[in-house]
């Protein structure tokens, strides 16, 4: 593990400990809510906040969470439309949102290196600053997650029972959607747009194959999170690919072997369990 | 000055090439978001864009440029095959299968990528593409695959609406769904190969959506919905390519002209939605007996 002695892997490890730990906790609202595209249109949306943000020298986060809010309500309202389709809208949205920062940035020159460290991030140059941003945007939305939780799971799982209680609902759904939006802004910059999708999804997806129970689910979810980014980080240091694309792959491989193994909703069990119900 | 705008730029023998292209995909695309729309399978295609990278990349490695189509079309297949197999645990929603295979694909992708040296500038090729340098056999594939894509669609539509729309009664009536389904990601799939060497994965993706999309936003009809659509995916790329000309001979500002292309698309979204919003509300003042 000597590795991971120096300062800017010591900083690394503690920025995939936190995000990893924060994608786990808004993952498991993210597969519940079926989310899941809506947050990749997030991280790609947000993209023309990022270049603008770098245009006018002002601070990316800024720039990102800022947009993010615009398009968060852009969502939200034209998904109350009549006759809306959800997943069209977060198309048009995401393509909308991704050409406009690319067109923004090819007016400019030097093009290619930006958008790369964008994509896949780079985890080993993160900065003691994205590290308190990153922490401080985790604690509100853990915060937040936590005095709105009852609301948000009924919310996922009985929409009409959520407004016939006299919820806000469409105001719960908004609110979760930033929380959302929020936890990928604070992680773009650091470890790239996939390696942020597949921390908020595969961890929470990986936990839903093992526990019915949602308090097991968070707590799976944010471990799988956790020690996918530092397994992730040490294959990539002794292999030497990228650490975004290393990290991911653990996650991903986490997923793959609990949706063959797990012990009750496994592929595998599944199976056998099809096969004694022929011979019984 | 509208000619100067829509007809004189594709003088050039480039921009003519860049034009046709555009316009076949915009045939293609606008044929296909049809089925990708009614089908709410919008995440699929982004999913697809995403996995076919590593094919990309291998086919690059192993045979060079001419090896970029073959090992896009293997990684697309086998992910769509992969897409169906997975969506069988109903555990874990169809959404977050796709958002963890297209991270994983793309990541296998980045690690092959990271360890050559041109990484960069590899990666923006595939995520932008270069309509302005497409050739005359790129062309030619976009449009064997259209033709191929429009042969199955006019097999299968019927099929494939009846799924969309029902598909309890689409299996009761002894349709295989799944292999319905598995149809549909490949085409999805051929279009993408077909169209990210040229364009890139981020206007395969707004091909694939948003022409529909808007089509929908304005009819509800089959035949005007297919007739709509093909012509927001034409109109668009048409648009895009003659609006990036221009800024960039005339007013000096370089626009990437695959990203002006899904941002003129866009534009046709838009305005789609004002009209029928308008559309609406006339039609919510009128008396009830004309509504009906």
């Known amino acids: 593990m000597n590795v991971l002695a120096e300062g800017y892997a010591r900083r690394a490890l503690v920025e995939v400990l936190l995000v990893g730990g924060l994608c786990g906790v808004v993952g498991v609202h993210v597969v519940l809510r079926r989310l899941s595209f809506f947050t990749m249109s997030m991280t790609h949306a947000t993209f023309p906040g ?49 050409a406009l920062g690319v067109l923004l940035l090819s007016a400019q020159s030097g093009f290619t290196k930006d958008l790369s ?19 401080g945007v985790g604690a509100a939305v853990l915060l937040l997650l936590a005095t709105l939780r009852k609301e948000l799971v009924l919310g996922a799982f009985d929409r009409g029972g959520l407004r016939a209680l006299g919820y806000p609902a469409a105001l719960l759904d908004i609110v979760l959607l930033l929380a959302i939006e929020a936890t990928v802004v604070s992680a773009v910059p650091a470890v790239g747009v996939i390696l942020s999708v597949a921390l908020i999804v595969a961890p929470a997806a990986t936990a839903r194959l093992w526990t019915d129970r949602l308090a097991t689910m968070t707590v799976v979810a944010v471990g799988v999170g956790a020690v996918s980014g530092v397994v992730g980080l040490v294959i990539s240091q002794q292999a030497r690919v990228s650490a975004g694309a290393a990290i991911v792959l653990v996650a991903c491989g986490c997923f793959a072997l609990s949706w063959l193994g797990a012990p009750r909703y496994g592929m595998v069990h599944r199976l056998l369990l099809r096969r004694r119900m022929v011979f019984a | 000055m509208l000619y100067r705008l829509l007809v004189e730029p594709f003088g050039f023998p480039f921009m003519a090439r860049a034009l046709t292209e555009a316009m076949l995909l915009g045939v293609l695309g606008g044929v296909v978001s049809v089925a990708v729309v009614l089908r709410r399978f919008a995440f699929v295609s ?38 169906t197999v997975l969506s069988s645990n109903r555990r874990v929603t169809e959404d977050a299968t796709l958002a963890i295979l297209l991270t994983g694909f793309f990541s296998v992708g980045v690690v092959l990528v990271s360890r050559r040296s041109s990484y960069t500038a590899d990666l923006t090729a595939f995520l932008f593409g270069r309509i302005l340098t497409v050739d005359r056999r790129e062309i030619l594939e976009t449009a064997v695959v259209t033709v191929l894509v429009l042969a199955v669609l006019a097999v299968l539509g019927k099929e494939l609406l009846l799924r969309a729309f029902d ?28 169209a990210v060497k040229a364009v890139g994965t981020l206007l395969v993706i707004a091909l694939l959506v948003v022409p529909a999309a808007a089509a929908r936003l304005l009819t509800d009809r089959l035949a005007l919905l297919v007739g709509a659509s093909v012509l927001v995916g034409v109109l668009g790329g048409w648009l895009g390519l003659a609006v990036s000309y221009h800024a960039s001979v005339y007013y000096g500002l370089r626009l990437a002209s695959g990203a002006t292309v899904v941002l003129a698309l866009v534009a046709l979204y838009a305005v789609a ?7 609406r509300m006339v039609s919510h003042h009128a008396p009830a007996a004309e509504r009906a």
């Not at chain 1, 603008?52 to 034209?78: K, M, P, T």
């Not at chain 2, 292999?179 to 549909?184: H, Q």
């Not at chain 2, 939605?273 to 559309?279: I, T």
């Open chain 2, 273 to 279: 939605f004002a009209v029928g919003s308008a559309r």
């Open chain 1, 117 to 135: 460290a964008y994509l896949v991030g780079s985890v080993l140059t993160v900065q003691p600053a994205d590290l308190v941003v990153t922490a």
């Open chain 2, 46 to 83: 982004d999913a697809l864009t995403h996995t076919v990278f590593p094919g990309v990349v291998i086919g690059f490695m192993v045979a060079g440029a001419g090896g970029i189509v073959w090992g896009a079309l293997v990684f697309a297949v086998f992910s769509a095959v992969l897409l």
């Open chain 2, 167 to 194: 598909p309890d009664g689409s299996a009761a009536l002894g349709y295989r769904v799944g292999l319905l389904d598995l149809a549909l990601n490949v085409m999805v799939a051929l279009v993408v190969v077909a």
């Open chain 1, 50 to 98: 990022i270049v603008l943000a770098a245009l006018l020298g002002l601070n990316l986060y800024l720039g990102a969470g800022l947009f993010g809010v615009l398009l968060v309500l852009a969502v939200a309202w034209l998904w109350s439309r009549p006759g809306a389709n959800e997943s069209s809208v977060v198309g048009v949205v995401l393509s909308a949102g991704f």
